[in-house]
């Protein structure tokens, strides 16, 4: 059973980055799914692997659309991603450590993640993007 159902409410209007804000949403119940039968850790390395590529391609996507408009927001949104890149670094790690309960940070991570970047940071490029004819 998904944790969280992808929904219009996180939607920032633009397609491609909602179908890879989806993907994030994928992890989530992927793990979330694991977590429940007690195996979060045979995927735990899958995961972290997923959220390290998910992070080159989606943020090259949205910064590069964001650049190209002149998004006078761009600046906190690269600093924002950077930190997402060094997060999924630290999980990495602490994955290599096999650190105690890293399924659960990771989980608390991209739930928070989604809950106040996407609905937060993302949504107030939406508009901007709409009014330039990107959807």
């Known amino acids: 059973m998904a944790l ?6 996180f939607s920032v209007n633009v397609c491609k980055i909602d179908e890879q804000h989806h993907k ?10 694991a977590m429940l039968q007690g195996k979060s850790k045979e995927i735990l390395s899958e995961i972290i692997k997923g959220l390290a590529d998910y992070t080159v391609i989606h943020f090259n ?15 906190l949104q690269k600093e924002e991603h950077a930190l997402f890149v060094k997060k999924v670094k630290e999980f990495q ?27 937060g940071s993302d ?13």
Do not use: C, R
Not at 4 to 9: E, G, K, N, Q, R
């Open 24 to 33: 994030l949403v994928d992890f989530i119940n992927e793990l979330h799914e």
């Open 93 to 119: 790690e602490g994955f290599k450590n096999e650190k105690f309960g890293l399924s659960i940070d990771i989980m608390n991570f991209l739930s928070d993640w989604l809950q106040n970047h996407i609905n």
């Open 61 to 75: 996507t949205e910064e590069a659309l964001l650049e190209k408009y002149n998004y006078p927001e761009l600046a």
């Open 4 to 9: 969280i159902v992808w929904s219009d409410a």
């Open 123 to 135: 949504k107030k490029y939406s508009s901007f993007l709409n009014e330039h004819d990107v959807f």
